[in-house]
């Protein structure tokens, strides 16, 4: 199986984790971001078990959304998931681990946000890693 693949498999657990624990729907929209950090705000404990396993799954859809809405594609680096945006190589692995463990002071939609603009902007940045 390759990367992009493992990572839409773990995107659809959280697809279906998102829905079973309320109902809520991720579509890969904009708004489903909204939508699961709205979740991890509700439903992830200040201090997670297992931050790492939660960022992967998260981090997959966060990315796979990037994928459909941004026409990135999953790379593998050093072997970890990456998301080739452009010109830009991005960790939303991470992002979710940063999101998981340090609070709604890192938006899963506002990091969306800031990759579109840099993207439609054509600048390269190497601090989109800690927007």
Same mark, same amino acid.
């Given at each position: 199986?390759?990367?992009?693949?493992?990572?839409?498999?773990?995107?659809?657990?959280?697809?279906r984790?998102?829905?079973e624990?309320?109902?809520?729907?991720?579509d890969?929209?904009?708004?489903?971001?909204?939508?699961? *950090?709205?979740?991890?705000?509700? *439903?992830v404990?200040?201090e997670?078990?297992?931050?790492?396993?939660?960022?992967?799954?998260?981090?997959?859809?966060?990315?796979?959304?990037?994928?459909?809405?941004?026409?990135?594609?999953w790379?593998?680096?050093?072997?970890?998931?990456?998301?080739d945006?452009?010109?830009?190589?991005? *960790?939303?692995?991470?992002?979710?681990?940063?999101?998981?463990?340090?609070?709604?002071?890192?938006?899963?939609?506002?990091?969306?946000?800031?990759?579109?603009?840099?993207?439609?902007?054509?600048?390269?940045?190497?601090?989109?890693?800690?927007?």
């Amino acid at each position: 199986m390759d990367i992009a693949d493992r990572m839409k498999g773990l995107a659809f657990i959280q697809v279906r984790a998102a829905r079973e624990a309320d109902g809520g729907l991720l579509d890969f929209s904009l708004s489903s971001l909204e939508e699961l *950090d709205r979740l991890i705000s509700r *439903d992830v404990a200040k201090e997670p078990a297992e931050p790492e396993m939660l960022a992967e799954v998260i981090g997959a859809y966060l990315g796979e959304t990037m994928a459909r809405r941004l026409g990135a594609r999953w790379i593998e680096e050093d072997g970890k998931p990456m998301l080739d945006v452009a010109t830009l190589h991005l *960790d939303p692995l991470r992002q979710a681990y940063l999101r998981v463990t340090q609070g709604e002071g890192r938006s899963l939609a506002a990091y969306f946000r800031t990759v579109e603009r840099t993207k439609e902007s054509g600048t390269q940045t190497g601090g989109l890693e800690d927007a």
